[in-house]
């Protein structure tokens, strides 16, 4: 069983990295050893086993690491170079390679999704465009399916027979974090690059990018230095952690969460990313494509703490104080993880970590204070209030999406929130953010857009619950 002291003492970094010529510095920079003590305290205070990190500085990969451990059964030590899953990150994958179709002009993506999927003709959800898909905008319900059919032709099994109960609100008309909508991208991607989905993402995007180990197939991953997903254990985190059995795995939604990849591969793809395509010299994806997916097009509630952001195709766009920023997460059972870029100052932070996600954070702020001497600003939120009469009847209701329902009640004066079995104290702040409050554990954050004077959707984690 793992105990804090044993994961301290495997916290032992390995470099097993292979370098391109003038990819990386042959020796540690002078902020590489503070940078350690902080991943290993926040694998420390996590519970994660392992993690893999890498920086780039100046657009070339300034270090790479390994920490703790990848396997917590046979104590084998992560490594740099092993590959991970990096859950949502693959977003980003789907979306470069739809913007390098589209830059072909192998695909519209303004058009209806049903010229290219024929047995959507004459439903709703054929109607909706690639473009809302890969933007969270077509009005689609989510769902995560960890574990599902297997076999490259699940991604067109799946797709072509999804119908129009996948609405909870109109297209075009929000954003909202949809799965299965990135799912039926990738398909219709698929259909207009005439070639299985994992092939065109190689293809297209992560070959040209010097990315020789990272996958959508796991008995490629297997045959590669690869660290297995943690969870706590039955009887909770304190127990330690315990491998994921069976590992996850669904066809049908590879595109929108399923890619192996290693921390020095991500930078290469966020090198050639944040340099309109080139790395190496050479042109990994086109200039227009690069445009295409860093593209904001959905204004994005709550904005993963950046101001005026914006999702683009598979990557939150928006700024920093000065900086525009480029990011996403990912989680997939027993994998957490983090991309960050800040184009103008060609540096990202790419955090992979084998289990709870909870020390991210933690590693990626003090790499790019460290590495880069970048601290996000401090901006002063305005104090949570009691709603007016006023707001408060404009906001109470019934929203739902699918069958998930989020209630907006009055008590005595006083706004609630309930959702499931809990009714929590909501204040707001500001005018379109509640704070609302739990009987245990933190404050969580819901955002409001309203139209018509009153609350049009609730967003809660990046889900809309459209009113009823």
Do not use: C
Request: glycine share 10%.
């Amino acid at each position: 069983m793992l105990t804090l002291r044993s994961l301290a003492l495997a916290a032992t970094v390995l470099a097993a990295i292979t370098v391109r010529p003038g990819q990386a510095q042959t020796a540690p920079p002078n902020w590489a050893a503070r940078l350690d003590s902080v991943a290993r305290a926040a694998l420390t205070s996590s519970k994660a086993p392992g993690a893999t990190v890498a920086v780039v500085v100046n657009g070339r990969l300034a270090y790479a690491q390994g920490y703790g451990l990848a396997n917590v059964e046979t104590r084998q030590r992560m490594t740099a170079d092993m590959l991970l899953r990096v859950g949502s990150v693959t977003k980003m994958f789907t979306g470069t390679m739809l913007a390098e179709l589209a830059e072909q002009n192998r695909i519209d993506m303004t058009k209806p999704i049903d010229d290219l999927v024929p047995s959507l003709k004459g439903k709703r959800v054929g109607a909706v465009t690639t473009q809302q898909l890969m933007t969270h905008s077509a009005g689609w319900l989510d769902n995560a399916v960890a574990y599902g059919r297997m076999g490259e032709g699940a991604l067109g099994e799946v797709m072509r027979e999804v119908s129009d109960t996948m609405f909870y609100t109109e297209p075009g008309r929000t954003f909202s974090y949809s799965n299965p909508s990135i799912s039926m991208a990738g398909y219709v991607g698929e259909m207009a690059g005439k070639q299985r989905f994992a092939a065109l993402v190689e293809l297209l995007v992560m070959r040209p990018a010097g990315m020789r180990l990272s996958t959508f197939k796991p008995l490629d991953a297997l045959t590669y230095p690869i660290a297995m997903g943690h969870v706590a254990g039955t009887k909770g985190i304190a127990s330690g952690m315990e491998i994921v059995r069976p590992m996850p795995e669904n066809t049908a939604q590879w595109a929108a969460g399923f890619l192996f990849a290693t921390a020095p591969e991500l930078a290469r793809y966020t090198i050639a990313l944040m340099n309109g395509g080139m790395i190496d010299g050479a042109q990994a994806f086109s200039a227009g494509a690069v445009r295409r997916v860093t593209t904001g097009y959905v204004a994005h509630p709550g904005g993963s703490g950046l101001d005026s952001a914006m999702y683009g195709y598979g990557l939150v766009v928006g700024r920093s104080g000065t900086d525009r920023v480029w990011t996403h997460g990912g989680s997939i059972n027993g994998y957490n993880a983090s991309i960050t870029m800040l184009p103008d100052r060609k540096a990202a932070v790419i955090v992979l970590v084998n289990g709870p996600g909870a020390g991210i954070d933690a590693i990626e702020s003090a790499a790019l204070r460290m590495a880069v001497g970048y601290s996000a600003p401090k901006v002063s939120a305005p104090a949570a209030r009691e709603a007016t009469a006023a707001e408060r009847a404009a906001l109470v209701g019934r929203y739902a999406q699918g069958r998930n329902v989020l209630e907006v009640l009055e008590q005595d004066g006083v706004l609630k929130v309930k959702q499931g079995v809990a009714v929590m104290n909501a204040k707001l702040v500001g005018t379109n953010e509640l704070l609302v409050i739990p009987p245990q554990g933190a404050a969580r954050h819901f955002y409001v857009r309203s139209e018509n004077g009153r609350a049009a959707y609730v967003y809660s984690g990046s889900r809309a619950f459209a009113r009823q």
